[in-house]
């Protein structure tokens, strides 16, 4: 099955759009991928057709990808010879004969080429991995046995590998973040193969079954889980705070520092300082949503304590923080000449993908898509009409295509290489005035304590109803007690009514600084006694040592060795080993092999990764602290009165 013109044109259009979205994409372990032979790869989905473009875009060895399509697409010759050429294999999932309905799958894996399915079945926004559905196993698990068959062998059929890869993303949505590409050891499928294809039907299900747990397990190594959403925003929340800079975090470590933080969360834990921990943070996150402020921004900024008003401070010392703020915001803006036609010229591309991005301001996982499709056609429109132009300004003359050409592609390299410089100076030049203004206002601005509640806690993404969600169990010791559920999805009219109430950044300065204080204080003093006390902490099997003994637990059970899910044992809550080959109902109580590591053990893991642990040094790093006359809780009180309020000054970091 030959690829056409088509796929090369939509591949290079596909790898222009990412890399002008992405900061960086980073692929891991590509040796697992073969350069040649059928390769059967198994991806996770959870930015829509950012994965495919992704995934087509990076796939080591230069090799194309063919992907599945609904068989009822081919009916029309035009679409059909267009889908043909572009790679796609026409699946028929009505069909009952799975010989019949994986019959291109076959072919193309014959001809010795990459076929790319979505296990998960749809492209979803959770905490977690939430369902492997079982198509990739039964294609994968047919193919075995067609490879055996007369036309199999006619066709010389190689055998089948089978590659987990994990696409994770450090903020799926945003412009200039980054994409992280792993792939994962190819799974073994002899033994399998051997039992599904030994005419049993019921040992063939039990086969596909085993396969499907063994590539959920193999997912959810390659991402990062929570038990739910608090869990995993906490979490987000350390990794931001402990790398203020987070692009000074190695990508090939993101996702186990990531899982590593969250694992903190998924569990109870009996550390003193663990308390309120988790709603420090989580206040913070919110807040910081809801304001528009990042972390990295606030941090780079220089707030000394001359700049609260509410301190007394000699008129030099005030005016010497005033223009240092002016320095900087010239600082910032002295290189805005060097980026200014860049800047016009794509103003209609910002424009376009920010309407695209507010159509499914509801859907994070359709924001990035609508981002990067709405942007690469404005980016073709633009820079073809920038082309004309200068075209006709050299009298359409053949020297005078070859100089447009040259021009428009010089301009957009140079907007690609000075794009992330500008967009980080722009962001601290706002985050600074925000701050400013937010601070030096009347506290008739600042919500009141019951107004300030609504944005205190994360806002949850809508329920996706095309992801099985198993009925919520009760959890096991040890697990957080948190809520688990997600709320009914509200009405796209409401969600707009919400999202148009936000109140102004200026309203919430006060507080997104004060509940920045209050979570690095709080993640300071737990990261101490983590280290002091060493306790043991229980994370992610594939993450910690094996406990040595079986406990009961509820799916997913993850055995720290194999990553094999341990089956429904013979009797709910044995400690003995289970009964192979009994399928697992999610919410199910298993019996669990458990993994550990201890907190000094955590401590140096992100440490030796770059994390700012502020008490390593002996003094506070943080660029926050708090002082009042009247306590440093925030207590109720009437709107721009200010009683009880503790009063938010700051210190330079010592990094700066």
Not at 465 to 477: G, I, K, N, S
Not at 540 to 548: D, Q
């Amino acid at each position: 099955m030959p690829f056409g013109p088509s796929h090369k044109i939509i591949l290079s259009i596909a790898k222009g759009a990412l890399h002008s979205f992405f900061h960086e994409i980073r692929v891991i372990n590509e040796d697992n991928v073969p350069k040649d032979g059928p390769v059967l790869v198994l991806c996770t989905h959870h930015n829509m057709i950012i994965d495919p473009a992704m995934l087509s875009s990076t796939f080591p060895h230069g090799r194309f990808i063919h992907y599945w399509a609904k068989a009822s697409l081919f009916a029309n010759p035009i679409a059909k010879a267009i889908l043909v050429d572009a790679g796609n294999i026409p699946v028929n999932r009505r069909s009952k004969d799975n010989q019949s309905m994986f019959k291109g799958t076959f072919d193309a894996l014959a001809a010795d080429e990459v076929v790319a399915l979505f296990p998960e079945g749809t492209s979803y926004t959770e905490p977690r991995i939430m369902q492997v559905k079982d198509g990739a196993s039964w294609a994968a698990l047919e193919y075995t046995k067609w490879a055996t068959s007369e036309e199999g062998k006619r066709k010389n059929a190689q055998p089948l590998r089978l590659i987990p890869a994990g696409l994770v993303y450090t903020n799926k949505s945003k412009y200039r973040s980054s994409a992280i590409m792993e792939y994962g050891k190819p799974i073994p499928l002899e033994s399998l193969a051997a039992q599904f294809n030994a005419g049993d039907p019921d040992a063939a299900k039990q086969a596909v079954k085993k396969l499907t747990k063994t590539i959920e397990a193999t997912m959810v190594r390659l991402t990062i889980n929570a038990n739910d959403w608090d869990a995993l925003y906490a979490g987000r929340m350390a990794r931001q705070l402990l790398w203020e800079d987070e692009r000074t975090l190695n990508l090939d470590e993101f996702v186990a520092v990531s899982q590593i933080l969250v694992d903190l969360f998924n569990y109870q834990n009996t550390l003193k300082s663990y308390s309120g921990l988790k709603e420090a943070l989580l206040k913070y996150y919110a807040l910081l949503k809801a304001s528009k402020l990042t972390n990295d921004a606030i941090c780079t900024l220089p707030l000394p304590r001359t700049l609260d008003p509410s301190r007394p401070t000699p008129l030099p010392s005030r005016l010497s923080t005033l223009g240092f703020l002016l320095l900087s915001t010239f600082g910032c803006i002295g290189p805005l000449p060097f980026f200014t036609l860049p800047l016009l010229i794509n103003a209609p591309v910002y424009i376009m993908s920010r309407y695209g991005a507010n159509l499914a301001f509801d859907e994070e996982e359709s924001q990035a898509q609508n981002k990067v499709v709405f942007g690469a056609l404005l980016t073709t429109v633009v820079y073809g009409s920038v082309f004309c132009a200068l075209w006709a300004f050299f009298w359409m003359s053949p020297l005078g295509a070859v100089l447009a050409g040259s021009a428009v592609w010089l301009l957009f390299n140079y907007y690609l290489r000075t794009i992330d410089d500008f967009y980080t100076r722009t962001k601290r030049l706002f985050a600074a005035w925000r701050v400013l203004v937010g601070v030096w206002g009347p506290r008739g601005w600042d919500l009141s304590p019951a107004d300030l509640k609504q944005y205190t806690v994360p806002e949850i993404p809508k329920i996706n109803p095309w992801v099985e969600r198993p009925l919520t169990p009760t959890p096991p010791a040890g697990a957080a007690a948190t809520n688990t559920t997600t709320p009914a999805s509200e009405s796209v009219t409401e969600k707009a009514k919400k999202h148009l109430k936000k109140p102004a950044s200026r309203s919430l300065v006060r507080h997104v600084l004060r509940a920045r204080i209050e979570a690095s204080r709080a993640l300071e003093a737990f990261l101490q006694e983590l280290e002091v006390a060493s306790p043991r902490v229980r994370v992610s099997a594939h993450l910690g040592r094996e406990e040595g003994t079986i406990e009961e637990g509820y799916v997913s059970g993850l055995s720290s060795e194999t990553g094999d899910y341990l089956d429904v044992g013979a009797a709910v809550g044995s400690k003995s080993a289970s009964t192979p080959g009994t399928p697992i109902t999610p919410g199910t109580p298993v019996a669990e092999k458990r993994a550990y590591l201890e907190g000094r053990e955590i401590i140096k893991f992100l440490r030796d990764r770059g994390a700012k642990i502020a008490h390593q040094a002996g003094a506070s790093d943080w660029v926050a602290a708090l002082s009042s006359d009247e306590g440093e809780s925030e207590t109720p009180g009437a709107r721009g009165s200010g009683a009880g309020e503790a009063e938010v000054f700051w210190v330079k970091p010592s990094a700066q």
